[in-house]
């Protein structure tokens, strides 16, 4: 616990405040951002900073040409808030409006951290913040960046931790009024990540949310092909390898005109939350050459769809649309414990439903009027399957198809 003192003692709802040592641990290092407040020149000034949490010290990160932080040298007295927003309350009367919150409070003297160690332990540990994993997967700051960054250091003996939790608390007489009362819980999640102009490196495994095996893209590797989780960086290529009228013949979307249709294209398959993709690489040549995905995912029922597939014309009949299939299923069944795995097609396409035939697939019906097509026509879907039973069988004649096969002699 921290000890209170007349700073950090509230004045009124003292049963709004903590002292917890863990609780207030939990609060700074679940934020991002604090403010930090401090006087210069006889003035009151607030920035907002970054921060970090390395055992009992805060250490805040900011400039050495502003000049108040260079003057904690010699120590500045300082206030930091940290504060997460949980949720807006609506009461039945304006006067019991609120937010439901954590938010910390921490007063001290904090000096500059001038020894090289504990800075680099300290920027290290902010860069990690941000992503477990991060500070190896970038570039530390050369002797010109550290010049120009200043951190200070703020002992946490002087914090009180100030929460509100619940509902509404009106007046019992308005409790009959026709107006909505409520919470509406308030989080920060992250969007999805927008790689800069130029980036080709895959989304790094920190960025992507933590979810259950059945909607974690594993990249799956194989003789001929490579599924690698699809990223917003395979734009061009993929756009490069698929622009064919003929590869979108039977797809649901048209035909990309430019690279910007195909990203909205991938915006929309990484934001669908009963949809995994891939995109296939060529094992041989590293070249991005179609996606696949998973989707209609159903952990509950062990079932899973793979579709929304699409293969350049050049990797036509070479083995990379057969062994992309293998691994897909092999992960469903042998990995997640699937009992099912559906395909659905478009029933003009012959070529594709000769293909899932080929896999093991059973025919099950169509399903009529299904989906749109591009053009406004509805389509009739096609569905297939193959269930846990069927695939030891289908697995054998798979392999054997990508069996190389010995040259005769002449």
């Known amino acids: 616990m921290y000890p209170q003192t007349t700073r950090t003692t509230a004045s009124r709802s003292r049963d709004r405040m903590s002292y917890d040592r863990t609780a207030t641990h939990a609060v700074l290092d679940e934020a991002y951002h604090c403010v930090l407040g401090f006087t210069a020149d006889g003035e009151p000034r607030v920035l907002p900073t970054l921060h970090v949490r390395i055992g009992d010290t805060l250490y805040l990160h900011g400039s ?26 609506y009461g039945r009367s304006q006067f019991h409006h609120s937010a439901n919150y954590r938010s910390v409070v921490a007063h001290g003297t904090a000096h ?8 680099a332990d300290v920027l290290t540990a902010l860069v990690e913040k941000v992503g477990t994993g991060r500070a190896a997967d970038s570039r530390p700051p050369n002797r010109r960046e550290l010049a120009e960054t200043a951190v200070l250091a703020l ?3 002087e914090v009180s931790l100030r ?7 009106d007046e019992p007489s308005d409790l009959d009024l026709a107006h909505w009362a409520g919470v509406v819980p308030l989080r920060l999640i992250p969007g999805l990540p927008e790689p800069a102009a130029g980036v080709t490196a895959p989304l790094p495994g920190y960025l992507r949310p933590h979810r259950s095996p059945w909607y974690e893209p594993a990249t799956l590797r194989g003789a001929h092909v490579l599924l690698e989780p699809l990223d917003l960086a395979h734009t061009d290529e993929l756009y490069a390898a698929t622009a064919d009228a003929e590869v979108w013949q039977h797809l649901t979307r048209p035909l990309p005109t430019e690279p910007g249709q195909l990203r909205e294209m991938i915006i929309e398959a990484l934001t669908d939350s009963h949809r995994v993709a891939w995109v296939q690489r060529c094992a041989v040549t590293g070249a ?9 995912i159903d952990p509950e029922r062990r079932s899973v769809a793979i579709g929304h597939t699409m293969l350049g014309r050049p990797w036509w009949r070479t083995g990379i649309n057969t062994e992309a299939k293998l691994l897909l299923l092999t992960r469903a069944f042998d990995e997640l414990g699937a009992v099912r795995v559906v395909w659905h097609t478009d029933i003009r396409n012959e070529r594709s439903q000769r293909g899932i035939e080929r896999l093991g697939a059973t ?36 392999r ?6 010995p040259v005769s002699a002449r």
Do not use: F, N
């Open 163 to 169: 929460t509100r939790t619940g509902g509404v608390r």
């Open 363 to 398: 025919r099950e019906g169509v399903l009529r009027m299904h989906r749109l097509r591009p053009d406004g026509s509805w389509r009739d879907t096609v569905q297939y399957s193959m269930t846990v039973d069927e695939w030891p069988k289908a697995q054998v004649s798979l």
């Open 400 to 405: 054997e198809r990508l069996r190389p096969r």
């Open 64 to 89: 050495t040409g502003s000049r108040p932080l260079l003057a904690a040298r010699a120590g500045l007295p300082v206030c930091v808030a940290v504060t997460l927003l949980d949720g807006l309350v």
């Open 112 to 119: 500059l951290v001038t020894d090289p160690g504990e800075r």
């Open 155 to 157: 002992p946490l003996t």
């Open 288 to 296: 991005v050459v179609g996606t696949t995905s998973y989707y209609e």
